[in-house]
C-alpha cells in the first residue's frame, strides 16, 4: 500500500511541474528573486547617477518604478522644479518574474535617455497577469488595465519624481514586457504618448486591442534568437505581420516600412539570450545597444540585426534575417536608405524634428 502511495505521489508532483512549465513558459529561464514590498531608497547607478525607487497606487494597481537620473533632474521634496528636462526617457518593461526590473540593464543616462524600469503590479510580476487556463503564456487578460496604469504613470505621477522631455519617451520590452507592450500598451497608447521607438526582445503579440491612433511612424526592432521558445516562434511573425500592415494600410511604401520596422533572430541563443550566454547577459547587451538598434545599424555578436522586416516576416524560417534587406532592394524600393532612422538619432542627441 505504502510503495504505491509513494509511486502516486511521485506522478502527481511530476504532472504538476509539467502543468507548470507548459502554462507559463515564459518564466523557465528567468530567474526567481524575493522582493520588496515596498520601494527602496536611492542608489548610485553604474554611471553615478541617482537611482530612486518608488511606488504610486493607480486604479487600485500598486506601481513600482526605478527611474536613473542626474541628480540635477530628479524633482525635490518640496515638488520644485529643476534641471533642464530635456532628457528623454528609456521604459524598460521585464519578463515574467521581474528579473530585468531588479537588475535594470537601462540604468544610467544613455544617449540622452535615463533609464527607467517599471515593475508589473501582478503578484506574480507578470505584465498582464494569467490565464490558468492557458498552456502557451501569451494570454494576458490583464493587459489593458496594466497598460492604462502604465499611461496614467507616465503622464501624471512620473513628473512629478523627475523632470524629462514627454516627446522622448522610448520603450524597451523583455519576454513577457515585450507581449504587454506589442499587445496592448503601443496599439492603445503609442500614439497618444507619441513614443518614438521600441525595442521588443524575445517576445510579441499582435494587438489584443483596437489601435488607438497612427503607429505607422514608430520605429520598432524585433529582436529574438533561433532557440526562441516554440508559442514565441509562432506569436512574434504574426506580430510583425500585423504591425506591417498597419504601416501599409497607413500608406508607407516598402522601403520606408523597411526603415522603420527591423527583425533579427540570428543570435544562437535560448530564450533571450541575445549574447548566446545567458538570460540576464543577453537582456544586458540588448540594453547596451538600445540607441544603436533604434538608430538602425546595430550588431549583435558580430552580426548585423537591424534588418527590414518586408520578406522578413517568418523570422524563424531557415535562412531568414540577413537577407531581407537584400530582397527589399532587389525590387528596386529601398531608396533613401537611413533617413527615417537617421531623424530617430537626431531624438536620441536631444533634438527634435
Given at each position: 500500500?505504502?510503495?504505491?502511495?509513494?509511486?502516486?505521489?511521485?506522478?502527481?508532483?511530476?504532472?504538476?511541474?509539467?502543468?507548470l512549465?507548459?502554462?507559463?513558459?515564459?518564466?523557465?529561464?528567468?530567474?526567481?528573486?524575493?522582493?520588496?514590498?515596498?520601494?527602496?531608497?536611492?542608489?548610485t547607478?553604474?554611471?553615478?547617477?541617482?537611482?530612486?525607487?518608488?511606488q504610486?497606487?493607480?486604479?487600485?494597481?500598486t506601481?513600482?518604478?526605478?527611474?536613473?537620473?542626474?541628480?540635477?533632474?530628479?524633482?525635490?521634496?518640496?515638488g520644485?522644479?529643476?534641471?533642464?528636462?530635456?532628457?528623454?526617457?528609456?521604459?524598460?518593461?521585464?519578463?515574467?518574474?521581474?528579473?530585468?526590473?531588479?537588475?535594470?540593464p537601462?540604468?544610467?543616462?544613455?544617449n540622452?535617455?535615463m533609464?527607467v524600469a517599471l515593475?508589473?503590479?501582478?503578484a506574480?510580476?507578470?505584465?498582464?497577469?494569467?490565464?490558468?487556463?492557458?498552456?502557451?503564456?501569451?494570454?494576458?487578460?490583464d493587459?489593458?488595465?496594466?497598460?492604462?496604469?502604465?499611461?496614467?504613470?507616465?503622464?501624471?505621477?512620473?513628473?512629478?519624481?523627475?523632470n524629462?522631455?514627454?516627446t522622448?519617451?522610448?520603450?524597451?520590452?523583455?519576454?513577457?514586457?515585450?507581449?504587454?507592450?506589442?499587445?496592448?500598451?503601443?496599439?492603445?497608447f503609442?500614439?497618444?504618448?507619441?513614443?518614438?521607438?521600441?525595442?521588443?526582445g524575445?517576445?510579441?503579440?499582435?494587438?489584443q486591442?483596437t489601435?488607438?491612433g497612427?503607429?505607422?511612424?514608430?520605429?520598432l526592432?524585433?529582436?529574438?534568437?533561433?532557440?526562441?521558445?516554440?508559442d514565441l516562434?509562432?506569436?512574434?511573425?504574426?506580430?510583425?505581420?500585423a504591425?506591417?500592415?498597419?504601416?501599409?494600410?497607413?500608406g508607407?511604401?516598402?522601403?520606408?516600412i523597411?526603415?522603420?520596422?527591423?527583425?533579427?533572430?540570428?543570435p544562437?541563443?535560448?530564450?533571450?539570450?541575445?549574447?548566446?550566454?545567458?538570460?540576464?547577459?543577453?537582456?544586458?547587451?540588448?540594453?547596451?545597444?538600445?540607441?544603436a538598434?533604434?538608430?538602425?545599424?546595430?550588431?549583435?555578436n558580430?552580426?548585423?540585426?537591424?534588418?527590414?522586416?518586408?520578406?522578413?516576416?517568418q523570422?524563424?524560417?531557415?535562412?531568414?534575417g540577413?537577407?531581407?534587406?537584400?530582397?527589399?532592394?532587389?525590387?528596386?524600393?529601398?531608396?533613401g536608405?537611413?533617413?527615417t532612422?537617421?531623424?530617430?538619432?537626431?531624438?536620441?542627441?536631444g533634438?527634435?524634428?
Open positions: 500500500m505504502f510503495p504505491q502511495l509513494i509511486r502516486i505521489s511521485i506522478l502527481l508532483s511530476f504532472f504538476s511541474s509539467v502543468w512549465t507548459s502554462a507559463a513558459p515564459l518564466e523557465a529561464r528567468q530567474r526567481n528573486r524575493k522582493i520588496g514590498k515596498t520601494a527602496a531608497a536611492a542608489t547607478a553604474t554611471d553615478g547617477s541617482t537611482i530612486i525607487d518608488k504610486v497606487v493607480i486604479n487600485g494597481l506601481m513600482r518604478f526605478k527611474v536613473s537620473a542626474p541628480a540635477s533632474e530628479i524633482v525635490s521634496v518640496n520644485a522644479a529643476a534641471g533642464t528636462g530635456n532628457l528623454g526617457i528609456n521604459v524598460l518593461f521585464h519578463g515574467d518574474g521581474g528579473q530585468s526590473f531588479f537588475d535594470f537601462n540604468q544610467g543616462v544613455n540622452g535617455l533609464g515593475l508589473s503590479p501582478d506574480q510580476r507578470r505584465w498582464g497577469g494569467f490565464d490558468p487556463r492557458d498552456q502557451t503564456g501569451l494570454v494576458r487578460p493587459g489593458a488595465a496594466h497598460s492604462a496604469a502604465v499611461n496614467q504613470l507616465l503622464t501624471t505621477e512620473l513628473p512629478k519624481f523627475v524629462f522631455d514627454s522622448k519617451i522610448f520603450m524597451e520590452g523583455v519576454s513577457g514586457g515585450s507581449l504587454l507592450l506589442s499587445g496592448f500598451m503601443l496599439p492603445t503609442g500614439a497618444s504618448l507619441g513614443v518614438p521607438g521600441a525595442v521588443l524575445c517576445g510579441g503579440l499582435a494587438p486591442v489601435v488607438q497612427d503607429l505607422s511612424n514608430l520605429r526592432h524585433w529582436q529574438s534568437t533561433v532557440d526562441e521558445l516554440p516562434q509562432t506569436s512574434i511573425p504574426q506580430a510583425i505581420a504591425y506591417e500592415k498597419l504601416a501599409s494600410d497607413a508607407l511604401s516598402a522601403a520606408q523597411g526603415q522603420l520596422q527591423t527583425a533579427d533572430a540570428s544562437n541563443g535560448g530564450h533571450c539570450a541575445f549574447d548566446e550566454q545567458d538570460f540576464v547577459s543577453g537582456v544586458q547587451l540588448l540594453s547596451d545597444n538600445y540607441a538598434i533604434i538608430n538602425g545599424n546595430a550588431a549583435l558580430g552580426v548585423t540585426v537591424t534588418n527590414a522586416v518586408v520578406g522578413n516576416e523570422l524563424f524560417a531557415t535562412g531568414a540577413a537577407g531581407a534587406t537584400g530582397t527589399v532592394a532587389a525590387t528596386g524600393t529601398q531608396t536608405t537611413g533617413a532612422r537617421n531623424r530617430l538619432a537626431t531624438f536620441l542627441r533634438g527634435r524634428n
